[in-house]
Structure formats: structure tokens, C-alpha cells
């Protein structure tokens, strides 16, 4: 029977010379151990599903003046 390996964290973490540095945001709600996923237009928890834009809200529109 083969030993238990942990997966590879590949494409989290970059390395310049001795150090490291994260290149996905980690999850507000579930702590610094828990990565968002990157999708095309948000990001997302799969531990407890908090998501959020990756675009600026839409600008809002103006009221139109009374005459």
C-alpha cells in the first residue's frame, strides 16, 4: 500500500529567491488557509461560497433634471 501524499499547491504560491508569496486572495470569511478560485469574472470560496466581482459595479445612472 502506497504512503498518503497532500496534493501540490500548485500555482498558489510564487518563489523569489528564499520567499514566498501568495498569488490567490485568500477567503475574508473562512481565514488565510483558504484560497479563492479565480474565474473569469469573480472569485469563489468552495469551502463556504462567498464569492465577489472581479469588475467595479456598473455606474450608477443620473436622474433627469425637472424643468
Known sequence: MSP???KARVGLYDT???SL???HKSCPKCGPGTFL???ADRRSCG???YSES?????AKAKAPKAN
Open 16 to 18: 523569489k529567491g528564499d
Open 4 to 6: 498518503v501524499v497532500a
Open 37 to 39: 478560485a479565480e474565474h
Open 47 to 49: 469551502r463556504c461560497g
Open 21 to 23: 508569496t501568495r498569488t
Open 54 to 58: 472581479k469588475s467595479p459595479p456598473p
